[in-house]
């Protein structure tokens, strides 16, 4: 059995995380802004509960006020 490799587990959690977040934007398109990060993570998890990943990249963005979704997304391509 070929082990990974240290660079392939990494663009696995890349591509992970990628995905966790385009699926976050899809949970969150009906949050009230402007709303806390704290907030974003439990409609994550009251939105998606079988996706653990996403309340994990969620819960990576800076913990402030996000005005938009757009905001958040903006936080998530940086926590990336």
């Known amino acids: 059995m070929k082990r990974q ?4 587990d990494n663009k696995d959690d890349m591509r992970r995380r990628s995905a966790a977040a385009q699926k976050a934007h899809e949970c ?4 009230d802004f402007p709303t806390s990060r704290d907030a974003l993570v ?5 939105n998606d509960p079988d996706n653990p ?13 996000y005005e938009s979704l757009e905001d958040v997304e903006e936080a998530l391509a940086s926590a990336l």
């Open 28 to 31: 969150l398109r009906d949050v």
């Open 5 to 8: 490799s240290r660079h392939d």
């Open 42 to 46: 439990e409609k994550a998890r009251v």
């Open 53 to 65: 990943d996403v309340v994990a990249v969620l819960e990576h963005i800076p913990d402030r006020e």
